[in-house]
């Protein structure tokens, strides 16, 4: 897992280097969101600011790169994901600083050499108005991913009832779909800009945004979909098959975000192409709405605006809906980042972390922040110890480390929980009717003396 954390560190920097070299390519009259003159956007100030900015991106993603090297050999997986996430958090914070700090160079440029913009009337192009969604794609471009994310929610909750993971996965999806149903609704009311003098060439480019932006959203709804299925596919599929699911599904995240890098540049290039074409560009100075790479305008109605670089769609922070989104990400993410980390430290510093408690009922097994498993005596077939875990293993919901593996698997083609130490033996197994249970204690004596009290009842119970 050391190795794989760490190329993904240095993956999500070359990404991030690379993406943030965007804002420091010209677009709509805007670099590194200053709205300049068009004649002095080839200037050699301007030029040289910016290929030093996309230099330092590129510097500061070696050097994460190499210090993130420690985390291959940190030995405990705690530690590894505190130290991940501390070092992506980081580099984060850099990026984000290196963009603050450039464009302030590009504003006090701005600035001292007195780069006025030109004034124009304000244009209402009562056509454009009218015309604005014509090019955006129908909602009815989301029924297939609704009706995958009802139907998947409803087959889990059928074939598996009731439990805590069916209704997480299922409020999950259902919660995504409406996001980008949302999204697509704010999208179709985006007031429309002229960016021209030329009424054809500012069609054009708002069909572009409005089609390009529609699509995406629709498409993401339908790559998301398939999430209700989890829970099901899981638990009633053969591990080989859910092997092949899992390939294939990750395959289509992958493709779909290359896709839509590709396809929101691709937009935002022939938006530029058009607006070259213009004989007279109509400047729009929001310079002082844009702190930062934030959008930040309380006179302004909406709550969603598309960004300046023409990739991205951002939160007026402004509004109270902005701030409060704002604030439910930053919550939201925090939640992650102690789910995430707080189970590890406690099974990895833990005396203890695993228990299993015998009562006149059956056994209960609990693990750090997880749901407790309930084997009632009449349940067991058959109980013994392993040396080994079985190698035909797939996690389907928890955590898979080398040192340590919770949660729902699918182990030799059965359903399975697991509260397992790889490296400790022996391993306690508790085979029932419908799941198979494995269980390990960092004391290997507690693990025999549960077996031996497992037997014991068996043999009394018969």
Do not use: C
């Amino acid at each position: 897992m050391n190795l794989i954390l760490y190329l993904l560190l240095v993956g999500v920097n070359i990404i991030m280097a690379l993406a943030g070299r965007i804002p420091a390519n010209p677009h709509k009259n805007i670099i590194l969101e200053t709205t300049l003159p068009k004649e002095n956007l080839q200037d050699k100030q301007v030029l040289s600011i910016t290929k030093k900015y996309k230099k330092r991106l590129l510097q500061w993603a070696l050097i994460f790169s190499i210090v993130a090297l420690p985390i291959i050999v940190i030995p405990y997986d705690s530690l590894t994901m505190i130290y991940f996430l501390v070092i992506m958090f980081t580099f984060i914070g850099t990026f984000y600083y290196l963009q603050i700090l450039y464009i302030r160079k590009m504003t006090v440029l701005k600035v001292q050499n007195h780069w006025i913009l030109p004034t124009s009337p304000i244009l209402v192009d009562t056509k454009l108005v009218a015309n604005k969604n014509r090019k955006l794609i129908s909602i009815w471009w989301f029924l297939p991913s609704i009706v995958l994310t009802l139907g998947g929610s409803i087959y889990s909750i059928r074939q598996l009832g009731w439990s805590t993971s069916t209704l997480l996965f299922s409020l999950i999806s259902i919660f995504v779909i409406g996001m980008f149903l949302l999204f697509y609704y704010f999208i179709a009311r985006f007031p429309v800009k002229p960016l021209t003098s030329e009424e054809k060439i500012n069609q054009q480019v708002n069909d572009l945004m409005r089609h390009h932006w529609s699509v995406l959203m629709a498409v993401s709804a339908l790559v998301m979909s398939p999430l209700s299925f989890i829970p099901t596919l899981s638990l009633t599929v053969t591990y080989e098959r859910v092997l092949v699911i899992t390939v294939i599904y990750t395959l289509i995240i992958l493709a779909f975000v290359l896709f839509t890098f590709f396809y929101l540049f691709s937009s935002r290039k022939k938006q530029d192409q058009l607006i070259a074409q213009a004989v007279e560009y109509r400047y729009s100075d929001e310079d002082q709405y844009w702190k930062y790479g934030i959008y930040i305008n309380p006179n302004d109605k909406r709550i969603l605006v598309p960004d300046r670089m023409g990739m991205n769609i951002s939160a007026n922070l402004g509004r109270p809906a902005g701030k409060i989104s704002l604030g439910v990400t930053g919550v939201l993410v925090l939640i992650a980042l102690i789910v995430a980390t707080i189970p590890l430290l406690i099974s990895d510093f833990s005396a203890n972390p695993f228990q299993l408690a015998t009562t006149q009922q059956g056994i209960t097994l609990t693990a750090p922040m997880g749901q407790s498993r309930k084997i009632e005596w009449k349940e067991i077939e058959h109980v013994e110890l392993l040396e080994t875990m079985p190698q035909d293993s797939i996690k389907v919901f928890g955590t898979a480390t080398e040192n340590y593996l919770t949660g729902e698997f699918q182990v030799n083609g059965q359903p399975s929980y697991l509260l397992v130490y790889p490296q400790e033996s022996p391993i306690l197994k508790i085979q029932t009717k419908s799941k198979n249970y494995y269980y390990t204690n960092k004391d290997p004596n507690l693990t025999q003396k549960y077996f031996i009290r497992i037997q014991k009842k068996k043999s009394i119970d018969h």
